[in-house]
């Protein structure tokens, strides 16, 4: 157990409906990561948050969006969705943001399983 | 823009045998981790690997780092059926905090 939390575990949804992703970091870990797991894009990085700031971004659609709240808690809300957003959705989290701890592992949630009918 | 490229993607073996997952990357990189993956599964934090000639041991596995090369290898001595996993290398690069990952390397280790 890495001590990340992912909520729900399973999420069946429609087409072109929206669905919101919650992560609660490890104790102590002030930044978020979100990355989508698929078959044909493998695991590709999202968006990071620092303490509750956008820190960096990676191949996230304009249809997702995320945040990082004051408890350090992170939601990845998907809206519009189709069906090639049906993918595994992981949160990790590290103590720091960049250069600031050397080894800084991200630690990895369950997951989220999102399927789109 | 950094890629990560590991081979080989499949890989069957039996128990007993040894065997090296190889991970290539295309720019420099601050450091590069190892996680392993059940199916279905998160994924753990096997090893990170920070300088050049950097060796680790954890049991069964071994990473090391060549960043001259930019490569890294993850080495199976005598492997076991608890070993069949998914094995990824990922790097972060050079003043940046995402992890780039190679494809993954499926490892099933037969009786």
């Known amino acids: 157990d890495s001590g990340v939390t992912q909520t729900p575990k399973h999420l069946i949804t429609a087409t072109g409906q929206r669905v919101t992703l919650r992560c609660s970091p490890r104790s102590g870990d002030l930044s978020v990561y979100w990355y989508q797991q698929s078959l044909d894009q493998g695991l590709q990085f999202l968006i990071q948050y620092y303490n509750g700031e956008e820190r960096a971004k990676g191949n996230i659609l304009e249809r997702f969006s995320a945040q990082q709240f004051p408890d350090l808690h992170s939601e990845l809300n998907l809206s519009s969705l189709e069906l090639g957003d049906s993918a595994l959705y992981f949160c990790?989290?590290?103590?720091?943001?960049?250069?600031?701890?050397?080894?800084?592992?991200?630690?990895f949630g369950p997951g989220t399983r999102l399927t789109v009918l | 823009e950094l890629k990560v490229e590991q081979n080989p993607l499949f890989l069957s073996m039996q128990e007993g045998k040894n065997y090296t997952i190889y991970c290539n990357y295309s720019t420099t990189s601050d450091r590069l981790y190892w996680y392993r993956q059940d199916p279905g599964k998160s994924l753990e934090s096997l090893f990170v690997?920070?300088?050049?000639?950097a060796v680790k041991q954890e049991g069964r596995l071994m990473a090391s780092l060549d960043t001259k090369a930019r490569l890294s290898t993850l080495h199976i001595t005598a492997a076991v059926h608890d070993l069949s996993a998914t094995y990824f290398c990922a790097v972060v690069k050079s003043g940046a905090q995402k992890l780039v990952f190679g494809q993954g390397t499926r490892l099933t280790i037969n009786p």
């Open positions: 690997l920070l300088s050049n000639g």
């Open positions: 990790a989290s590290s103590v720091g943001a960049s250069g600031g701890y050397p080894t800084d592992t991200q630690y």
